[in-house]
């Protein structure tokens, strides 16, 4: 993912280190996120996304690289809403006060 197929160009001791090829291995439901004046690219992003196999992107508007700054509602919203249905693998299986909570009226 660095240097040609990224926004970053890596040096010093993680020159020539790509992991990529790792990626793969993270099957856990990954989500994405950055905003449309960020410091990183569309299609480094994209780029990520398509390494990953369980991975969506969003790209949140009228924000930069600081999104949960700039956006603060609506990013706690989208990560609510990607953590929400996933809840009870997040508790240990078990129903627990957190998902009984009333985190589904931001949605």
């Not at 040609?4 to 020159?15: E, T, V, W």
């Not at 690219?41 to 700039?70: K, Q, R, W």
Request: with cysteine; proline share 3%; hydrophobic share 45%.
């Amino acid at each position: 993912m660095w240097v040609r197929r990224s926004d970053f160009r890596i040096d010093g001791n993680l020159k020539g280190f790509n992991f990529t090829s790792k990626l793969k291995m993270l099957t856990v439901p990954t989500l994405v996120v950055l905003g449309d004046h960020d410091i990183v690219s569309v299609a480094s992003a994209e780029a990520l996304v398509s390494a990953l196999p369980n991975a969506e992107l969003t790209v949140l508007s009228n924000c930069g690289h600081m999104m949960y700054i700039d956006q603060t509602r609506r990013f706690n919203d989208l990560v609510s809403a990607f953590l929400w249905p996933r809840r009870s693998v997040l508790v240990g299986g078990a129903q627990s006060a957190y998902a009984h909570s009333d985190v589904r009226r931001h949605f």
